[in-house]
């Protein structure tokens, strides 16, 4: 990454809703303050011992704050199929790939 790219601080996450919409959501502070708060007062586990729902939690707050989703928390529940981490390298498609193995 040059110095003039910047990349903004979070986890991404691909979120595949029900209908095969796709996008990505990028969790920050925000949504985990969130989880902690909303745990606490519901009485939900940690974030460890319910990661499917900490990860579906984080991702609904992430998507209603940047505005791609206006699904209730219990709509968004049943609407994910699937979350997915987003790793770097799949961000960057300028960085060399491995070579492949020799064959034989």
């Given at each position: 990454?040059s110095?003039?790219?910047?990349?903004?601080?979070?986890?991404?996450?691909?979120?595949?809703?029900?209908?095969?919409?796709?996008?990505?959501?990028?969790?920050?502070?925000?949504?985990?303050?969130?989880?902690?708060?909303?745990?606490?007062?519901?009485?939900?586990?940690?974030?460890?011992?319910?990661?499917?729902?900490?990860?579906?939690?984080t991702?609904?707050?992430?998507?209603?704050?940047?505005?791609?989703?206006?699904?209730?928390?219990?709509?968004?529940?049943?609407?994910?199929?699937?979350?997915?981490?987003?790793?770097?390298?799949e961000?960057?498609?300028?960085?060399?790939?491995?070579?492949?193995?020799?064959?034989?």
């Open positions: 990454m110095s003039e790219e910047r990349s903004l601080p979070g986890q991404r996450i691909r979120v595949t809703l029900e209908d095969d919409t796709n996008f990505e959501v990028r969790i920050t502070n925000r949504e985990l303050l969130a989880w902690d708060m909303t745990r606490g007062k519901y009485g939900w586990p940690s974030f460890s011992e319910a990661i499917f729902l900490a990860m579906t939690f991702s609904w707050k992430a998507a209603t704050r940047e505005k791609l989703t206006t699904l209730s928390w219990d709509a968004w529940q049943e609407a994910v199929e699937a979350l997915e981490d987003v790793t770097d390298d961000v960057d498609v300028t960085r060399p790939t491995s070579p492949a193995p020799a064959a034989g």
